[in-house]
């Protein structure tokens, strides 16, 4: 069985100016993916952001929020949270503030330079990881289970 090739972009329609928007790259990956909580997207030819459902597919005709609710159906609510903004936001917290913290206790002494640098690099190694953790172990294997395909670039 011979896989599906990745579409490199796509192209959505503004309804209020009936202009069309290539999207590719990530930003592609991001309006694809229903469970990505995309609230707002731009219009190229309007040169603002505008909310989803204002846009549909140019090439199903179909509005982009109800391709979000047509693939995001089966998902339960915990799903949901799982793969949203607030729970992302949350772990990159919890875990920078535990990285800050243990770097702080392994390495910080008197002076306030490495006090400052502890807590900077903290901040940034934990939300690295914290960032890691939910793409790898949450939204990610979510999207997988809830969409059906690992990328979402391939749903129509």
């Given amino acids: 069985?011979?896989?599906?090739?990745?579409?490199?972009?796509?192209?959505?329609?503004?309804?209020?100016?009936?202009?069309?928007?290539?999207?590719?790259d990530q930003p592609f990956e991001l309006v694809s993916n229903p469970m990505s909580s995309m609230e707002e997207t731009q219009c190229s030819t309007c040169n603002a952001m505008f909310p989803m459902s204002d846009f549909e597919w140019a090439d199903t005709g179909e509005s982009i929020s109800d391709y979000y609710a047509r693939h995001t159906k089966n998902a339960t609510g915990r799903q949901r949270f799982l793969c949203s903004k607030k729970f992302m936001v949350g772990l990159l917290a919890m875990f920078s503030l535990m990285t800050t913290?243990?770097?702080?206790?392994?390495?910080a002494n008197d002076a306030l330079f490495t006090r400052a640098i502890c807590v900077l690099g903290g901040l940034m190694i934990g939300a690295m990881i914290g960032m890691a953790v939910f793409v790898s172990c949450f939204a990610n294997p979510i999207k997988r289970k809830v969409c059906g395909v690992s990328d979402t670039r391939l749903l129509t």
């Fill in 1 to 24: 069985m011979t896989e599906q090739p990745v579409p490199e972009s796509r192209t959505y329609r503004h309804l209020k100016c009936g202009n069309e928007t290539v999207v590719s």
């Fill in 101 to 107: 913290v243990g770097i702080y206790l392994l390495v």
